[in-house]
């Protein structure tokens, strides 16, 4: 049931944002991100998808197991994007121990993403990290 409850809340607060023009460095933005990643046990990924004008259109949501961490499925998410015709992307991920900061892997992967992404025409806006201890921005911090 709270499951349950959870997936509602996340398909309201989706709804609220879909078709709307979004700043991603905006506090309601972050308290959506929080919204969807904060509370979890195991790391979870999201690739949320919007136009060129930045008008949000879906997010994919990955989760990894307790033990392990979550990898980004990048061909999935590659063929998400060209069937949205999407143009800008922004990563969040939670760290369940609650440090928002990056790890070398995090920062890492994300450039590599940003790199692939950017040969097909796509933008990589930000890579955000949720956790209890805050919402860190990788682009605010000039890490991508």
């Not at 015709?85 to 760290?95: K, T």
């Not at 097909?120 to 682009?139: N, T």
């Amino acid at each position: 049931m709270i499951v349950a409850a959870r997936d509602l809340a996340a398909v309201a607060g989706r709804e609220t944002l879909l078709g709307e023009p979004m700043k991603t460095g905006s506090p309601a933005f972050r308290q959506y991100l929080a919204k969807r990643l904060l509370g979890r046990r195991e790391e979870c990924v999201m690739v949320l998808f919007f136009t060129h004008e930045g008008l949000f259109i879906a997010e994919d949501f990955h989760v990894g197991t307790r033990q392990s961490t979550c990898e980004l499925p990048l061909r999935r998410t590659v063929r998400r994007a060209f069937d949205l015709d999407a143009r800008r992307l922004v990563m969040a991920h939670n760290h369940p121990s609650g440090d928002p900061t990056p790890s070398a892997d995090d920062v890492q992967s994300t450039r590599t993403f940003r790199q692939v992404m950017g040969a097909l025409e796509f933008s990589l806006e930000d890579h955000f990290v949720v956790a209890r201890g805050g919402i860190f921005s990788m682009s605010d911090n000039g890490l991508i």
